[in-house]
């Protein structure tokens, strides 16, 4: 082992402690499979779920029992996957701040919206959350190699997560994915390809690879664990809000891992006792541009057709085609909720208004549930008084910013009560 994780977890569950995965099931078909050997998709072709023995989870993760660990990801750790602490890649998965937008509520005469800031996590997007468990299961499972597509964020921390575990990585991007995510790829030791299509395109050549090459296909939902690593953000949230879910959840929707992962973690919360019944609205926030899930919820769809033609400033929500769709279309509808479309201009906006607001960087795609919230705000969708969560994904450092500078010449007359 080339580093310790005793900070993760220094109390006295270790390699011993009882494991609470039962099983991974088949999201549309609830076929059973086995856990702990290499699985991909189902043979319906859909994506698996990790399935928990509740009861004993009931027993062992209780508020007591919470209130005394680090406040990081691994304080969850009966609903994750991870059997042996030994496995864990960590990079340090803090728990990210609720950050209320005051000035924009005062604005809106609204309650503040909260943004879930996930821009403080290593790699810089909660993409960390996702791929520190796929990563740690990959290596618990003996994996050499994994490959995936990525719009950017995802390849940068499958990239720092291989790296730290010792596992190469072939990550394919489209070629105009943002420059900074493909140059942070290849600086964490990934073999970063630009490839000139959509992430569906450069998905299609890693099932290729998987195949004849023998690498571990870690695309969206198409192995079971980073689904796990997400939910944590319904956990934590669940957690920092008293117990209490908001009212509503505005969530950039690409693949959708996270609205999925939340979704799942809810019921796992209730089934274990640690919250009632009561679920927000999900709204699944896209790109006008590239707006799949919208189009098939407004149809009335349970599945969704790929967007042809797929363009937003907002790269990480766009995904033509997402394996998961039932599965967000299933919550968004179940929750009471709706699927957004917002256009690039009012995503840049929204993005430019927040950081002048109320100081908060907010990365294009946070930008983008920013403009959702306000426009079903306007709508009467949502309510003034009510608690809304907006996610941003991912640091707006990230980001190509507006140059709103000026020059001043040292050397000439400087009108200083003009500055
Ligand atoms: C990946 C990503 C998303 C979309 O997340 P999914 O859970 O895959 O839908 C949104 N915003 C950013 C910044 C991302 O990197």
């Given at each position: ?14 390699a011993e ?5 039962t ?5 549309l ?10 699985q ?13 023995d ?10 007591d ?8 990801l691994?304080r ?17 998965e ?9 000035t924009?509520?005062e ?46 964020n ?6 720092a ?20 995510n ?10 970063v390809y ?15 690879g998987?195949?004849e090459?023998?690498w571990?296909d870690?695309?969206?939902l ?6 796990e690593?997400?939910?944590t953000?319904g956990?934590?949230?669940?957690e ?7 009212d ?28 009632g ?20 919820f407004?149809?009335g ?14 790269a ?7 394996v ?20 690039d ?24 549930t ?43 007359t ?6």
């Amino acid at each position: 082992m080339p580093h310790s994780d005793q900070m993760i977890w220094n109390d006295n569950l270790t390699a011993e402690r009882p494991s609470f995965v039962t099983h991974l099931e088949c999201g549309l078909t609830g076929e059973r499979y086995e856990a702990d050997v290499v699985q991909g998709l189902s043979r319906a072709g859909r994506p698996l779920l990790v399935r928990y023995d509740l009861d004993s989870v009931r027993a062992a993760l209780t508020k007591d029992v919470l209130a005394g660990r680090p406040r990081d990801l691994w304080r969850w750790r009966e609903l994750l996957p991870v059997r042996d602490k030994a496995n864990i890649v960590s990079l340090g998965e803090c728990e990210t701040p609720l950050i209320p937008l005051t000035t924009a509520g005062e604005r809106l005469a609204a309650r503040a919206p909260l943004v879930k800031d996930e821009g403080r996590l290593p790699t810089g997007s909660f993409k960390a959350r996702g791929l520190v468990m796929a990563i740690s299961m990959a290596k618990a499972l003996g994996v050499r190699t994994i490959a995936m597509p990525t719009n950017g964020n995802a390849g940068a921390a499958a990239a720092a997560y291989a790296s730290r575990a010792g596992i190469e990585s072939v990550i394919l991007c489209p070629d105009d994915t943002p420059e900074i995510n493909v140059r942070e790829i290849a600086a964490q030791g990934g073999r970063v390809y630009r490839v000139n299509g959509l992430i569906d395109d450069c998905g299609a050549i890693v099932a290729r690879g998987c195949a004849e090459n023998g690498w571990y296909d870690l695309s969206t939902l198409k192995e079971p664990y980073r689904i796990e690593g997400k939910k944590t953000m319904g956990l934590e949230l669940a957690e920092q809000l008293g117990w209490e879910l908001p009212d509503a959840i505005f969530y950039p929707t690409g693949g959708g891992t996270g609205l999925i992962g939340m979704w799942k973690a809810f019921d796992e919360l209730e089934a274990i006792g640690l919250i009632g019944s009561r679920r927000p609205r999900m709204y699944a926030v896209q790109a006008s541009g590239c707006a799949p899930i919208v189009r098939a919820f407004e149809a009335g769809e349970r599945h969704a057709e790929r967007w042809e033609d797929a363009h937003t400033v907002a790269a990480g929500i766009r995904v033509p085609k997402a394996v998961g769709d039932f599965l967000i279309l299933d919550a968004v509808r179940e929750s009471g909720g709706k699927a957004l479309a917002i256009g690039d201009p009012a995503i840049v906006a929204a993005t430019e208004r927040a950081a002048i607001e109320d100081g908060l960087l907010l990365c294009p795609e946070g930008g983008a549930t920013l403009a959702a919230y306000e426009q079903a705000l306007a709508d009467g969708e949502v309510g003034r008084d009510e608690q809304v969560v907006l996610f941003n994904c991912a640091t707006g450092l990230k980001y190509p910013m507006r140059d709103r500078s000026k020059t001043l010449d040292r050397h000439g007359t400087i009108d200083l009560p003009s500055l």
